[in-house]
């Protein structure tokens, strides 16, 4: 059973004017559906990897052989980290986390206004493509970014926010703007999926 593509869980358009409607479906159909094909055919060249999930094959990729090793890290990276993400967004949301998820970051980074000044200074410092991240490792929340396609799970780390960083991301609507698409992008979490990632332990 090869990887699919999952389907968008709102409409190209749903996330208008934050998220335009061009940049969903070429991100969606085509980037994200090249990530989930190049997986599946190097996955093909070893059948004995049939039926392990992503978070199995990227949580620990030395134990990937090594003819598809930087292919699965890349394409299932690519995968895995699109599948997140578009859970993570949702129209119509605004507004800030609430229950424990609040509490969390008051205590880590100071309340949400501190927390979102040094998300974004995150996502802004990564330098060329990659994605900025809120991870979770027992109770402690931290904020990281990676290169690529790399995906924190890698690290022994659970995410539970994510964003996009990549140009294939924002180019369409807001061009070399990456601190407009990173500053608007917070209209569009989904906090409660994010306060669901949090308090699934
Ligand atoms: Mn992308």
Redesign the pocket.
Known sequence: MSFQLNPLPYAYDALEPFIDTLTMQI?HDK?HQAYVTNLNAALEKHPELAGKTLEVLLGDLNAVPEDIRTAVRNHGGGTWN?NLFWQLMAPKTGGDPKGALAKALDAGFGGITNFKAEFEKVAMGRFGSGWAWMVRKGDKLSIVSTANQDTPLSEGLTPVLAL?V?E??YYLKYQNRRAEYVSNWWNVVNWEEVDRLYSAK
Do not use: Q, S
């Open positions: 991100h980037h699109h996009d990549w294939h991301a």
